[in-house]
């Protein structure tokens, strides 16, 4: 059975940074991981995504050069390290965990189990 947990998330003040965790079960190298977030009142938005092997890597283009993703060494513990943050960075973040398919990486109906997200909020 599949699972991941997010971590990690909480207050900063807007130029801070944060480091989200994902811990995941069930979650071999067959799967990406992808981190998504929701702001009040809006779509789902893609953030980052990492495949199986740790390669590979796509960002959402309002966070590329401010958020890395990673994965440790046996895969199970997918990051994403966020600097810079401002409060258009704001919301929840969740992690979600995919086999490819029809809209990845980008389409979160690609990923087909989901964590239940931590709350990010960046004061300004």
């Known amino acids: 059975q599949v699972q991941l947990v997010e971590s990690g998330g909480g207050l900063v003040a807007a130029g801070g940074s944060l480091r989200l965790s994902c811990a995941t079960s069930g979650v071999t190298r067959m799967y990406a991981v992808g981190w998504f977030r929701q702001a009040p009142g809006k779509d789902r938005e893609f953030v980052a995504m990492i495949t199986g092997n740790g390669v590979n890597t796509e960002y959402g283009d309002s966070v590329k050069g401010r958020f890395t993703i990673s994965r440790d060494n046996d895969g199970t513990t997918v990051y994403l390290d966020m600097v810079t943050l401002n409060p258009a960075d704001m919301g929840i973040y969740y992690c979600?965990?995919?086999?490819?398919?029809?809209?990845?990486?980008?389409?979160?109906?690609?990923?087909?189990?989901w964590g239940q997200g931590t709350q990010v909020t960046v004061s300004s």
């Open positions: 979600a965990a995919s086999t490819g398919g029809m809209g990845f990486p980008f389409n979160e109906r690609a990923y087909k189990t």
